[in-house]
């Protein structure tokens, strides 16, 4: 396998603007009318024709012709092997271009723009874009199997901000909320669990990207936002003594998938390529969890930059990666999801099926018995 590297501009994020249930359906008319528009234009006009095509049909193609690529947005897998080396079989038969491209309205343009075959994102972003008219399919899904113990997210309550202990407290006040994204619909499942209504609190549209949230709730700007990762801890320490604190929410929140434009599984070729590429991905997560000292020094200090503490927490807090053999309890899980956010934005329910391959099941569950019978040998 050859790779190499290219670097894609993310998307801009719109400004913060006050929100409630009217203006999320708004906010997603405006992209449904904005995705159309791009998906008319230039040499991508056709991408929509997608779904009369034969994508997840008939079985997946295993020959991988000479001269097939890949253009993969998968930044975390990438580093992996690299740091892997020799302990991943990463010669693929194929080359793999990636692209330094993550999050979901990144990942869905670059789709769209017809600049990539596979992206990683949360659950989130392939509703979304199926709902902007873009077709796209579920390949691979990974979770953590201890998640009660280890939440991606924590609500972070701003300083001065008292009498929020629970998710019912959150009753009257300013929520950082991200449509589209991972912490937006963190912010819904909590309201739902609460019993409130979008009515009942104030929705404040604001990027989850880098430390925007944890400044805004500094500034005052936003009562409470979902912060994850190592924002957690860093926020505790420093805005604790100011009255600053963290609620947790008891809520799944581990879902991260792969997903592609049809047209990658609609060419017999890339499609057959990607099969091979979600074990690589398989047994990359495990290899990872297998390696947290190699993880640590290679990825979050030489790569990310973080101090080593740093890295050691988000190892400690990173839980056991679960990657079932069997999509069922996901996909229904998927579609509360879509359920939950067609209710708060007024788009209409998809059906959760119709946006998963499941032909990938069987390949990555091989690929992940394959891995531990190795790594105990």
Known sequence: MSTRTRRTRPAPHAAALAAARPRLAAAVLATVLTGALAA?????ADAGAAADATAATGDLPTEIPAGTSLVIGDPVTQK??????????????????????SGGPATTEAFRAGSLDIGSVADIPPIHATWTGLD???????????WEDFPIYEFGVAPGVEGVDSLEDFAGHRIAY??????GVIVLRALQEAGLDLDDVEL??????????????????????????????RYVDQYGKDG????????????GVLYVPTSTLDDPAKAAALRAYVRLWAQAKLWVEDHPDEWVQGYY????GLSEEDGRYLVEHAGTPDIPADWTDAIARHQETIDLLAEATGNDPLDAPDLWDQRFAPVIAEAVEEYRAGAGS
Do not use: K, M
């Open 204 to 233: 404040v549209e604001l990027p989850s990207t880098g430390d925007v949230y944890p400044t805004a709730l500094a500034a005052g700007e936003v009562d409470i936002a979902p912060i994850g990762g190592v924002q957690i801890a």
């Open 178 to 183: 991200s449509p589209g994204q991972a912490q």
């Open 136 to 146: 796209v399919r579920i390949v691979a899904a990974s979770y953590r199997e201890d």
């Open 80 to 101: 992996a092997v690299e740091i892997a080396g020799g302990d991943l079989d990463a010669d693929l038969g194929f080359e793999i271009e990636w692209a330094n491209v």
């Open 40 to 44: 008319c234009s230039g040499a991508n």
């Open 244 to 255: 600053a604190h963290t609620v947790t929410h008891g809520l799944r929140d581990d879902p």
């Open 301 to 304: 200090v030489e790569d990310q």
